[in-house]
């Protein structure tokens, strides 16, 4: 049995451990990284991220293909089943994974394959197919993800039920699917299957859509759901979940039985903890196997830190990357440490949504005298131009300073717009402030433009 001697020990290969160890060995650090699945990438990659946004992606060409009176005049609507659709999305997760597992080659760092299992603070017991290895370490992050949350009284297989990373082998594409859960990825999938044409489903336990939302675009994201033909019901809970050879019926608390070809489960998300042997150094995860930690990323035990999914919010690839980059910071003591917690969303439903930022109920509450800018996509000439006149820019800003407080934004490019107003609501002191927009020149046509048409409108407010 090999033995191994190490400062960093990273493990989990998603991007929280990449974004870790890459910080880590480039600070002189002997690193490695343990994977216990055959490619780098993590659900990231392989199961979430990624493949759920070439897939929308997909069906967005789809979509504007059999929309487009340009394209109508060269011929007749075409339509993709659900395995065609995916073969893009599998193209692209090669792509990530040869181009991740490159950067441990060319970082030096050990990329170790095996399910890890801590024998004490100091020691990880590693053990692969063929394999049986000791890694000593001084310091380890514990960056092992998320998972489908899965409940007991569900079959999931059952051939017509999936989980949001089963969906992937779908072998077909059902003419009807209830979607249980309306959170991020729930709303996606009902967007993507809308969008391929099939009778979607959305049952929602809570009384609105992503109600961390500004409430105008969670609003704005319903009314677009059910113009695509989504049905959502909300404060729905399941009774049961019952598959036969020809469809699922899904028996709700409220009486109501609905009845359809497959059914996809999105409520909820574990973290991946379980085998870690996590008792042998005195850890004990919460009841969806999540992880504690403090403002500096540290466990309950002093030289090992935990980042990304498995420590719950906002369970994020971007956030993710960015913790475990900030974990392997106070290990190295450097200059870049920072607290995550200014993490825009961006969700990849027809059309998007990003914000970043104070809600108008969060304002409210508050008491914060605040005004609103708003810019409509169907006034823009680019908008115009694509063809995608749907969405709006939405900027909240203090009524006396003009500082920024909130960017909200719905429809197409959200999440790449978003970042501008970010950018400058990062500033400190004056210069953030709705001035900067008022200001400056934009680049004409251009979604980017929405940001001044927004000041402009927000200015004409202010008395």
Known sequence: MAEHHYDVVVIG??????????????????????????????????WGTIPSKA??????????????????????????????????????????????????????VDLINGR?????????????????????????????????????????RHHRIYNSDTILNLSHTPRTLIIYGAGVIGSEYASIFAGLGVKVDLINPGSRLLTFLDDEISDALSYHLRNNGVLVRHNEEYESVDGDDHGVVLSLKSG??????????????????EKLGLENIGLTPNGRGQLAVDDHYRTEVENIYAAGDVIGWPSLA?????????????????????????????????PEISSVGKTERELTEAKVPYEVGQAFFKDLARAQITGDPVGMLKLLFHRESRQLLGIHCFGDQAAEIVHIGQAIMNQEGEANSLNYFINTTFNYPTMAEAYRVAALNGLNRIF
């Open 13 to 46: 290969a998603g991007p929280s451990g990449e974004g870790a160890a890459m910080n880590a060995t480039k600070h002189g650090k002997r690193v490695a990284i343990i994977e216990d699945k055959p490619t780098v990438g993590g659900n990231c990659t392989h």
């Open 318 to 350: 971007s956030a993710a990357y960015d913790q475990g980059r900030s974990a392997s910071s106070d290990i190295v003591k450097d200059e870049y440490f920072r607290l995550v917690t200014d993490v825009p969303t961006g969700i990849y439903t027809l």
């Open 55 to 108: 897939l929308r992606h997909s069906v967005k060409q789809i979509i504007t293909f059999n929309t487009n009176q340009m394209f109508r005049d060269i011929g007749e609507p075409r339509w993709f089943s659900f395995p065609r659709v995916l073969q893009n999305a599998q193209k692209v997760i090669g792509k990530q994974v040869k181009l991740r597992t490159q950067f441990y080659a060319r970082n030096r």
């Open 256 to 273: 109501k039985k609905i009845r359809a070809d497959a059914f996809l489960w999105c409520n909820g998300r574990s973290g991946n903890t």
């Open 116 to 156: 890890a299992s801590f024998l004490d603070a100091n020691r990880l017991e590693i053990r692969g197919n063929k394999s049986h290895e000791i890694l000593h370490f001084k310091q380890a992050i514990i960056a092992t993800g998320s998972r489908p949350y899965l409940p007991p009284d569900v079959d999931f």
